[in-house]
């Protein structure tokens, strides 16, 4: 069974860091492109970003400056810098894989293997 493993996420002070990781278990996704959406309460799932197989990024203009996403094929995991965190990138996270290599990069709908996610918390 395919699972994507977040982990990485917790209460961090604004203006802080954390770095998420996306571990799939049972495949590996190399020649995919992968992504990161959030949801906060309330509101519905956004895109984050999401990496190419080639390693082209793609960014939301919220967090762009700010996230860095990456990939490591190697060990099968793709991963989140957050850096200068604010309040309101409090949201579970989560990893997905582009199923749809046709699918618009920053569309739900391109995307699979939905998991539990990380939660984010940003506060003082």
């Known amino acids: 069974q395919v699972q994507l493993v977040e982990s990485g996420g917790g209460l961090v002070q604004p203006g802080g860091s954390l770095r998420l990781s996306c571990a799939p278990s049972g495949r590996r996704f190399s020649n995919y492109a992968m992504g990161w959406f959030r949801q906060a309460p ?4 956004e895109f984050v970003a999401a990496v190419r197989n080639s390693g082209s990024t793609y960014y939301a203009d919220s967090i762009k400056d700010r996230f860095t996403i990456s990939r490591d094929n190697a060990k099968n995991t793709v991963y989140l810098q957050m850096n200068s965190l604010k309040p309101e990138d409090t949201a579970v996270y989560y990893c997905a894989v582009a199923l749809d290599p046709y699918g618009s990069i920053s569309s739900l709908k391109s ?3 939905w998991n539990r996610g990380t939660q984010v918390i940003v506060s003082s």
């Open 42 to 45: 309330g509101k519905e799932r």
């Open 111 to 113: 995307y699979g293997y």
